[in-house]
């Protein structure tokens, strides 16, 4: 079965940091970009951060660039978002997620979905 | 970066209905459209991935159309366990992103 479990969320203060990490099992990460994906309370979805197979190309929604860094570890089939410089505005659930693909060049989907971990970023 | 619009944000309508939820890319995306349902205090579920292929499990009254820049998600006969909300997602470009979403209840 293929499975996303994320952890490292909890309470943190205004300006600090935080890293999430995502354990993957059923599937091999290499093989996938990743991504982070986070929705705060009550809002839509909003897509944070992707990485390609190697690590060599990150991409950032512009809220988070320069504050947030997306990772990787292929042998430890794990993903990680480090978050420095929070704000209130960063408060969400926070899902990693694979692009899982088909053949014939059909673009890619997010599936499946965890149960994502929880920021809260408040004094 | 491209922006995804949903309508309508939100819609009531009854068992056995035929819905309609319509997702407007800001430039062409070809097919690379995602549908996902959302439950509230759930994680998000993939119904529909490249505009229109059914993802494996889901009920066959969901259904997917569309390409280049106007798409569709109809559930031809709504039941009471539709009630969620529902986003679409871009996949055609580096930087995904996802419409606001449309919130359904039913009647």
């Known amino acids: 079965e293929v499975q996303l479990v994320e952890s490292g969320g909890g309470l943190v203060q205004p300006g600090g940091s935080l890293r999430l990490s995502c354990a993957a099992s059923?599937?091999?990460?290499?093989?996938?970009?990743m991504t982070w994906v986070r929705q705060a309370p009550g809002k839509g979805l909003e897509w944070v951060a992707n990485?390609?197979?190697?690590?060599?190309?990150?991409y950032y929604v512009d809220s988070v660039k320069g504050r947030f860094t997306i990772s990787r570890d292929n042998a430890k089939n794990s993903l990680y978002l480090q978050m420095n410089s929070l704000t209130a505005e960063d408060t969400a659930v926070y899902y990693c997620?694979?692009?899982?693909?088909?053949?014939?060049?059909?673009?890619?989907?997010?599936?499946?979905w965890g149960q994502g971990t929880l920021v809260t970023v408040s004094s | 970066d491209i922006q995804m619009t949903q309508s309508p944000s939100s819609l009531s309508a009854s068992v056995g209905d035929r819905v309609t939820i319509t997702c407007q890319a800001s430039?062409?995306?070809?097919?690379?459209l995602n549908w996902y349902q959302q439950k509230p205090g759930k994680a998000p579920k993939l119904l529909i991935y490249?505009?229109?292929s059914l993802q494996s499990g889901v009920p066959s009254r969901f259904s997917g159309s569309g390409s280049a820049t106007d798409f569709t998600l109809t559930i031809s006969s709504l039941q009471p366990e539709d009630s969620a909300t529902y986003y679409c997602?871009?996949?055609?470009?580096?930087?995904?992103?996802f419409g606001q979403g449309t919130k359904l209840e039913i009647k």
């Open positions: 997620l694979r692009k899982d693909y088909g053949s014939g060049g059909r673009g890619d989907w997010f599936d499946p």
């Open positions: 059923g599937f091999t990460v290499r093989s996938h970009w």
């Open positions: 990485i390609k197979q190697d690590g060599s190309e990150k």
């Open positions: 430039q062409t995306i070809s097919s690379y």
């Open positions: 490249a505009a229109s």
């Open positions: 997602q871009q996949s055609y470009d580096t930087r995904d992103t």
